[in-house]
Nanobody, 116 residues
Framework: QVQLVESGGGLVQAGGSLRLSCAFS????????MGWYRQAPGKQRELVAD???????NYADSVKGRFTISRDNAKNTMYLQMNSLKPEDTAVYYC??????????WGQGTQVTVSS
């Protein structure tokens, strides 16, 4: 099992920045990839960014150039630095960890609200 706890969400004005953190624990040696997803009201959960074991990263087109995903294995923490935030970034953001043999684990989510 992998346990994930997000933090860092909040209310910010458009153009502002936030940094989300995801602390992970448990059987972490078998994690193959980690990522951030978000779900806005009435919409499906979507991938924001992910980071693979080899350090490669992927971003949704809507956040490229504004968001940066990173992982600090020494601190067992993953981050999402969000700059130039827009009202359409408003959503609950979820941390995800995938172990290929065992499936995905999810955090409880953290609310990000961007006011115009």
């Amino acid at each position: 099992q992998v346990q994930l706890v997000e933090s860092g969400g909040g209310l910010v004005q458009a153009g502002g920045s936030l940094r989300l953190s995801c602390a992970f624990s448990g059987i972490i040696f078998s994690i193959n990839s980690m990522g951030w997803y978000r779900q806005a009201p009435g919409k499906q959960r979507e991938l924001v960014a992910d980071i693979l074991d080899d350090g490669n990263t992927n971003y949704a087109d809507s956040v490229k150039g504004r968001f940066t995903i990173s992982r600090d294995n020494a601190k067992n923490t993953m981050y999402l630095q969000m700059n130039s935030l827009k009202p359409e970034d408003t959503a609950v953001y979820y941390c995800n960890a995938v172990r290929n043999l065992y499936g995905a684990s999810w955090g409880q989510g953290t609310q990000v609200t961007v006011s115009s």
